[in-house]
């Protein structure tokens, strides 16, 4: 039998060639200065293009108590 639709290895290669992945690229946060990923909320300090989004100590002390409260019923 004969390949009538044969990918060369040229062809694989063109295929392939889009196939990188990128870099992830980081900025710094504009509250903290810490460094974030783009158009993500910032981990350290819960701020998002000058707002605050995200309540870190409330978080925390959320999870915190759910340890605790683990804890005790081992
Ligand atoms: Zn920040």
Do not use: I, P, W
């Amino acid at each position: 039998m004969v390949v009538r639709m044969r990918s060369t290895r040229s062809h694989t290669g063109n295929r392939r060639s889009h196939h990188a992945l990128e870099e992830t690229s980081f900025t710094k946060c504009e509250n903290c200065k810490a460094l974030k990923r783009r158009h993500t909320v910032c981990a350290s300090c819960g701020f998002y293009r000058g707002k605050k989004v995200l309540d870190l100590v409330k978080k925390t002390e959320k999870k915190q108590k759910k340890a605790k409260a683990k804890e005790v019923s081992k």
